[in-house]
């Protein structure tokens, strides 16, 4: 019942708050995905969650239970970009259905240094034969040229509002980098 109070709270707190989409939008597409490894306390799998803008907008989300149990946080955050580089593939040819071709690299935003090494390195190292398929999937894409892979810190992370329980000043600071704003706030 706490819980069910705490939310309804939010709730009536943010009713202002929306998604801005401007009229003048260079149509990039940028994801950043993270994961919480060995989240789940009965199963011990790891979460995942991304966020994908276009030009600057929030376009697709999701966190999701990953299928499999990961071994380190650099399995369960490479899964997680595998996730968000399909959805970037998706979104592109959805894009292209609708006549607007996207010609601009996609941007991968990270904040594991390891897995974008992992990512841009060609050789296989016998600790990540478990997660060969992912790592040729990712890799693939980003040798033809679609894609991009980004650092980003953990505390400018916005994928992080997704998988962990933040503070509220965290919280606050990574709503607003998903571009969620007040619509009726004065300009």
């Not at 979104?91 to 990270?110: D, N």
């Not at 790592?135 to 980003?152: M, N, P, S």
């Not at 916005?158 to 990574?174: C, E, N, S, V, W």
């Amino acid at each position: 019942m706490t819980a069910a109070c705490r939310v309804l709270r939010y709730i009536k707190g943010t009713c202002d708050y929306g998604i801005l989409l401007p009229k003048c939008n260079d149509l990039t597409l940028s994801a950043y995905c993270d994961s919480d490894w060995g989240s789940c306390p009965l199963t011990r799998r790891s979460l995942t969650g991304y966020l994908v803008t276009l030009g600057g907008s929030p376009v697709s989300w999701k966190t999701k239970k990953q299928l499999t149990i990961s071994r380190s946080s650099a399995e369960a955050e490479y899964r997680a970009m595998a996730t968000v580089t399909s959805e970037l593939i998706w979104l592109k040819s959805l894009l292209a259905s609708f006549g607007l071709f996207h010609t601009h690299l996609m941007r991968l935003h990270c904040d594991s240094q390891a897995d974008l090494h992992i990512a841009r390195n060609p050789v296989f190292h016998e600790r990540t034969k478990h997660i060969e398929i992912d790592c040729h999937f990712v890799r693939e894409r980003y040798h033809a040229g679609d894609l991009d892979f980004f650092y980003i810190p953990s505390t400018s992370q916005p994928a992080d509002i997704f998988t962990k329980a933040l503070g509220k000043r965290q919280f606050q600071y990574l709503r607003s980098k998903l571009g969620m704003t007040n619509l009726h706030a004065p300009t």
